[in-house]
């Protein structure tokens, strides 16, 4: 079973479940605590799905292809719920960006046991939409957007996930190298720190060391991202062709 203190983090801080409570030690007995540093991957079983609950720190999801290439799918930050695939079309690898604890579980099994909590389905459902969600603006990003609208993109999402460190507003401090960032939309690390540097320039952002950025004007920055605007979105899809001409 998992450490007791961060299983019941999990328990409480996304499913509402009081520890002691009979769901609460069947889905104990499927819990694995695990521990990585920065660079350290974790173990996940290559036949079946891993349901993983990152109850601190941050880690990057990456599908391995042949010969070595590799695309950084996704980031996760403490709180956050996601599933691991198991071996198919690519490999899923779980990497730490920094010292990280991880509650893992057996897919299947957890749904199998959760299935009677609709408050747990539930919210598991509602992750699931908004990886889904994520997933499908990622595609939007690498298939249609520029250099500087994938990044602009990149730090509102940041933005949206990650607590101002020391309460400094409109502050983020990014876990991720740029290379990984570049990895993850489809970027030279070169680029990245090129457009970083033109936000700068044009007073939208400011760095700070590494990894620390100030989010000056979150207005301007969604400008930069090429996001489409709340009143164009239903009119600006024009109506597709016909697959086929009535006969």
Excluded at 113 to 125: K, Q
Excluded at 184 to 206: A, C, F, M, N, P
Excluded at 231 to 241: D, K, L, S
């Amino acid at each position: 079973m998992a450490n007791p203190g961060s299983y019941n983090l999990f328990l409480r801080a996304t499913f509402g479940i009081e520890p002691g409570s009979e769901l609460a030690r069947s889905l104990g007995e499927l819990a694995t605590q695990v521990q990585v540093t920065r660079g350290q991957t974790v173990e996940t079983d290559p036949d079946a799905a891993t349901l993983v609950f990152l109850t601190e720190g941050a880690t990057k999801l990456s599908a391995l292809a042949s010969r070595g290439r590799h695309q950084i799918v996704a980031f996760h930050f403490g709180g956050d719920i996601f599933s691991v695939p198991p071996v198919g079309l690519h490999r899923h690898v779980v990497t730490g960006l920094c010292e990280s604890a991880l509650t893992v579980f057996p897919a299947a099994a957890f749904y199998a046991r959760a299935a009677a909590s609709p408050r747990v389905m539930r919210t598991l459902l509602e992750r699931t939409q908004t990886a889904l969600f994520r997933c499908r603006d990622k595609a939007v990003n690498l298939g249609r957007k520029t250099a500087r609208e994938r990044l602009a993109g990149f730090l509102l999402g940041m933005a949206e996930r990650l607590e101002c460190p020391d309460g400094e507003p409109g502050c983020i401090d990014l876990p991720m190298t740029r290379r990984d960032i570049g990895e993850s939309i489809g970027l030279t690390i070169e680029t990245v720190s090129r457009q970083l540097t033109d936000l700068k320039e044009d007073g939208i952002i400011d760095t700070r060391g590494r990894s620390c950025i100030i989010l000056h004007d979150l207005a301007r920055l969604a400008e930069q991202a090429g996001n489409v605007e709340p009143r164009q979105a239903v009119t600006a899809i024009q109506p597709a062709e016909p697959a086929f001409a009535p006969s």
